[in-house]
Nanobody, 122 residues
Framework: QVQLVESGGGLVQPGGSLRLSCAASGRTFSDYTMGWFRQAPGKEREFVTAISWSSRILFADSVKGRFTISRDGAKSTVYLQMNSLKPEDTAVYYC????????????????WGQGTQVTVSS
């Protein structure tokens, strides 16, 4: 089992920045793909980004150039740096992990955090 705990969400004005963190425990962090999905009210869950164990990175087109993902093996933590935030980025953000899958299909990720709310509003 892998446990994921997100932190760092909150309220930010349009154009602002936030950094989300996801602390993992329970298995060898370095063996896992880590990623982020988000879900806005009334909308489908949406892929944001993923980083593989070898640090290959995928981004959704909607966040490319504004968001970055990184991982710190010593802390078993993955970070999502969000810049130039827009109101349409408002959602609950979920950290995910999977030992074998690397991609944008949320059905394929075995482990999920509880989610953290990000609200972009003036």
């Amino acid at each position: 089992q892998v446990q994921l705990v997100e932190s760092g969400g909150g309220l930010v004005q349009p154009g602002g920045s936030l950094r989300l963190s996801c602390a993992a425990s329970g298995r060898t962090f370095s063996d896992y793909t880590m990623g982020w999905f988000r879900q806005a009210p009334g909308k489908e869950r949406e892929f944001v980004t993923a980083i593989s164990w070898s640090s290959r990175i995928l981004f959704a087109d909607s966040v490319k150039g504004r968001f970055t993902i990184s991982r710190d093996g010593a802390k078993s933590t993955v970070y999502l740096q969000m810049n130039s935030l827009k109101p349409e980025d408002t959602a609950v953000y979920y950290c995910v992990a999977d030992r074998y899958y690397y991609g944008s299909d949320y059905h394929r990720y075995d482990y999920w955090g509880q989610g953290t709310q990000v609200t972009v509003s003036s």
